[in-house]
């Protein structure tokens, strides 16, 4: 797997853990807030019919992010498929 | 003791806040599901044992820490110690999120008592919380809920007397954060609630209505043709459903004319006139026409809100609007234009970057709101689908000019983002709640009679007086014609071109204080002379346009710029009072006006070339 991994990347249905995210300490806290936050499990459910937005399940609830925003999420590990239920 | 103590009511958004809200002080907050929408602080009161308290509901925030304006109140407003009590409502179905509020917010006050609420929520996904553990691990009292059923209330009620009189002490709990930077203790706050959570919470089934509902609705196949099949369902059944209260009403309105000018015999022409011909006239084709679509909409539209439809609009559409430079949120401040123009405007306070504000404020009047639905439905229902079967016709006309006025709203923005309200686009952060089982009858009727109400209301301050001044400028005559012959003629090259005329655009002008009157002034100018017995259907109304030099291309035009046109008066209110700005209010009158005038020439003049050609 690629150092850099990013959450943008990682395909549907796929479970993987957040290492880092990048930004500010602002733009980090708002995302540390919103669940995506180091040893968290996200894993991308849908991706929008127009591209460009992914809905994630992240500590039981939906959450979309845009490419942008996905893109400075840090992942470290892909899980396997019995891995991915919380 | 006091006279009054305070209650902080605090949480995530769409935990159910505004409904707990509701359960503890009886006030009618209306509740949508979705991220954002209480951007005001609501006030209200109740009383448990005598003793007299009053909530004030902070805006739902996902933490205390960071910048955000409303995190920002939230935060102060729990550090000021102005509140006795905070409440902090949490879903059970989701607890690991929600405790993070939960423990910052035990961290910086004393007398914290947890909410759990949507226990019946949990309860269906075979979710089950250790309520005793987690109270003793966060150190306040864990009271569980349904607000909805009102379960539980009078549980926290209790307890907050308790605490109140001493009976009770509340000893949370406090995190560990010495020598921490901001951002570690952000995360050692995130580490203990899932240490908590993992700790209390059982999980329950993977596989639920929940994710089986959204792998259609969010999916790349079926997602646009749902939503375009939902909008296209909600304006069928308001073009079905109009019909018989519509002809009900008019018949109604027809008799009372009828008795009123016989009342009034006697009297002057000019009373008869005024109040007969001009008030009630205007007034009737308001409540026979007009309202009973509002009615019947607003509470459909409602409903979706309450599901939790609109954020997975948002989320499907949202790369369009990305293409467009808007931000994401504005799709949901375009849909809260479909309910009211000026309800789209001041929703847009949940999108935080002033530039992305303004587009949405200016772009928002391009969706027609709930008084421009009924002219547009009309227009359509008489001009093209006059049969009884078409009404699957009107309806999918209606939708396909729904489509046409999100793709104005797209390109405006686009162009906006490029020219006067340049810059780059801001982060974009969704959050698509649980579907949420609606409490229909509660919202139908509740809805139905709120804007019946609303609708009535208007008729009088608005169309009753509007009746009166068309009336009077028709029948005073300057310079050898009437004021309003004057007005219209004046009008008149522009309309022209505009493949309408003078008349039909004083009644857009005339219609400025309330979109739904602009027909109805038609209608009554049209209609005069004529008994209003005879006017009672579509064909009817059809035979009254064309009377009066109406052709297909009028109504394509009519409909055009019905759908693009200057606001009214209360949204320009509403833009001047959330812009601030003169300038921006202005912008927002003429943008629309602009885009209708330039699309009815253009429809103009195709029809003209064809009509040669032909």
Not at chain 2, 1 to 26: C, Q
Request: charged share 15%; with cysteine; net charge neutral.
């Amino acid at each position: 797997m690629a150092e850099e991994a990013r959450l943008s990347a990682v395909p549907l249905h796929t479970g993987c853990v957040v290492k880092f995210v990048e930004g500010n300490v602002e733009e980090r806290i708002r995302f540390f807030d919103l669940g995506f936050s180091p040893s968290s499990v996200i894993v991308p459910l849908y991706k929008g019919v127009y591209g460009g937005t992914t809905a994630f399940l992240v500590k039981g609830t939906l959450i979309a992010l845009r490419k942008e925003e996905a893109d400075k999420i840090l992942i470290n590990q892909i899980l396997r498929e019995d891995e991915n239920e919380r | 003791m006091k006279d009054e103590y305070i209650i902080a009511l605090a949480g995530n958004p769409n935990t159910g806040k505004s409904t707990v809200f509701n359960a503890f002080t009886g006030l009618n907050q209306h509740t949508g599901n979705w991220s954002g929408k209480t951007v005001v602080n609501a006030e209200g009161f109740f009383k448990a044992d005598g003793i007299s308290f009053k909530m004030v509901d902070l805006p739902g925030v996902y933490s205390l820490l960071s910048d955000i304006a409303e995190e920002h109140a939230a935060k102060e407003f729990i550090c000021s110690k102005q509140a006795d009590i905070v409440l902090v409502v949490a879903d059970a179905t989701c607890l690991e999120r929600n405790l993070n509020l939960c423990i910052q917010t035990a961290d910086l006050a004393d007398n914290v008592i947890l909410c759990l609420n949507l226990m019946d929520e949990a309860k269906k996904r075979e979710i089950f919380i250790d309520t005793n553990m987690l109270s003793k691990l966060l150190g306040i009292s864990v009271i569980e809920t349904c607000a909805r059923s009102g379960e539980g209330i009078d549980e926290i009620k209790h307890e907050m007397v308790n605490i109140i009189n001493g009976e009770k002490k509340c000893v949370p709990i406090k995190t560990n954060l010495i020598g921490m930077s901001f951002e570690e203790s952000c995360i050692e706050t995130l580490k203990r609630a899932k240490n908590i959570a993992d700790a209390v919470v059982s999980n329950g089934k993977a596989k639920d209505f929940q994710s089986m509902a959204d792998s259609i609705v969010l999916s790349k196949k079926f997602g646009i043709p749902i939503m375009l099949l939902l909008l296209g369902l909600i304006f069928w059944i308001t073009i079905v459903g109009a019909n018989y209260p519509s002809s009900l009403l008019m018949n109604m309105f027809a008799a009372t004319n009828e008795m009123l000018k016989e009342l009034l015999e006697n009297t002057p022409y000019w009373v008869s006139g005024i109040l007969v011909d001009g008030m009630f006239k205007t007034a009737s084709w308001v409540v026979a026409v007009m309202l009973p679509p509002m009615a019947i909409f607003f509470p459909l539209f409602t409903f979706l809100e309450d599901v939790g439809f609109l954020p997975r609009i948002a989320f499907n559409l949202d790369g369009l609007f990305k293409r467009a430079d808007a931000h994401g949120k504005q799709v949901l401040t375009m849909m809260m234009g479909f309910g009211c123009n000026a309800a789209g405007v001041t929703s847009a306070r949940i999108i935080e970057t002033p530039r992305e504000r303004i587009i949405a404020i200016l772009t928002n009047n391009f969706v027609p709101c709930n008084g421009r639905f009924p002219t547009i439905i009309l227009l359509v229902s008489v001009f093209i689908a006059r049969g009884t079967s078409s009404s699957v016709m009107a309806g999918a006309m209606v939708l396909l000019l729904i489509i046409i006025s999100v793709g104005i709203t797209l390109i405006c923005s686009k162009i906006l983002s490029k020219t006067i309200l340049k810059g780059v686009p801001s982060s974009f952060v969704l959050e698509l709640p649980p579907y949420r089982r609606p409490q229909i009858l509660q919202i139908l009727v509740h809805s139905m009679l709120d804007r019946t109400l609303f609708v009535l209301g208007r008729a009088v301050t608005v169309a009753v007086p509007a009746g009166a001044v068309i009336w009077i400028m028709q029948n005073v005559v300057f310079g050898g014609s009437s004021l309003l012959l004057n007005f219209s003629r004046f009008l008149e090259p522009l309309g022209l071109i505009m493949g309408m005329n003078g008349m039909i655009l004083a009644a857009f002008i005339l219609g400025i204080p309330a979109n739904e009157i602009v027909l109805p002034i038609l209608l009554m100018y049209y209609s005069n002379g004529t008994a209003l017995t005879d006017i009672s259907s579509n064909a009817e109304i059809f035979r009254i346009f064309t009377q009066n030099g109406w052709t297909m291309v009028t109504a394509i035009c009519v409909t055009m710029f019905s759908l693009n046109h200057f606001p009214c008066a209360t949204t320009l209110m509403t833009i001047k009072k959330e812009t601030g700005s003169t300038k921006w209010t202005l912008i927002a009158f003429a943008l629309p006006t602009i885009v209708g005038i330039v699309i009815c020439i253009i429809i103009n003049l195709i029809a003209h070339i064809m009509g040669m050609v032909l």
